[in-house]
């Protein structure tokens, strides 16, 4: 839990970043504040994923054969497979996001 107290001063620190731009109202700083904050944010979902599909490879790859609906899968197939449908994923998410970002 963010203390009340700090966040006055992350709003400040944030608010000084888009302040050196001249020749904007104050609506366009504030809509440059919440652009930040999304960009963030969007920073934030993209590691939290990467590190939750390096677990998900960890725990696949380390196991020689799969049960799948009760039938045993060779692991070699399966395994290429999810690396390159992860891999895949997370690169049109990189490529969404900077397209977003633009």
């Avoid at 979902?45 to 490879?57: E, G, H, K, P, S």
């Avoid at 609906?69 to 998410?93: M, P």
Wanted: with cysteine.
């Amino acid at each position: 839990m963010v203390k009340k107290s700090i966040l006055p001063i992350i709003f400040l620190f944030l608010y000084t970043l888009n302040s050196h731009a001249e020749g904007q109202d104050g609506l366009n700083k504030i809509a440059n504040i919440f652009n930040l904050i999304y960009n963030i944010g969007i920073l934030i979902c993209i590691t939290c994923y990467i590190i939750i599909a390096r677990v998900i490879l960890k725990s696949v790859l380390n196991k020689k054969t799969i049960t799948f609906f009760g039938k045993k899968i060779n692991n070699t197939a399966f395994r290429t497979s999810v690396v390159i449908t992860f891999l895949s994923a997370i690169f049109l998410g990189m490529i969404v996001w900077l397209y977003d970002s633009f």
